[in-house]
């Protein structure tokens, strides 16, 4: 059983940055690749990254590649996303998720534990 929970979500102004965090607790946390989605209103759950404990193996939403930083403290248990130069249309719910299924990281589905995300919202 792995338990997780985001933070650091709030309201930022467009151009702004923020990182939020994914606390990970429970047995086994090693075996799992981390990811991060998000959900905007009335839009289906989306990849954004997503991560290895040890760093060495990490995805992003091409879209997203050079605004968004995914990283993992395994001395922490602890996965962060670090986004910069956030836009308005990356005002959505947050998740953080945990996969045994290293081939799907993209896929929503694929995850067996997720938290009860954090709120992003960007304003113009």
């Known amino acids: 059983q792995v338990q997780l929970v985001e933070s650091g979500g709030r309201l930022v102004h467009f151009g702004g940055s923020l990182q939020i965090s994914c606390a990970a607790s429970g047995r086994g946390l090693s075996a799992y690749r981390m990811g991060w989605f998000r959900q905007a209103p009335g839009k289906e759950r989306e990849f954004v990254a997503a991560i290895n404990w040890d760093n060495t193996k990490i995805y992003y939403k091409n879209s997203l590649k050079g605004r968004f930083t995914i990283s993992a403290d395994d001395t922490l248990n602890t996965v962060y996303l670090q986004m910069n130069n956030l836009q308005t249309e990356d005002t959505a719910v947050y998740y953080c998720?945990?996969?045994?299924?290293?081939?799907?990281?993209?896929?929503?589905?694929?995850?067996?534990?997720w938290g009860q995300g954090t709120q992003v919202t960007v304003s113009a």
């Open positions: 998720g945990a996969s045994t299924d290293i081939f799907r990281l993209r896929e929503w589905d694929k995850y067996a534990y």
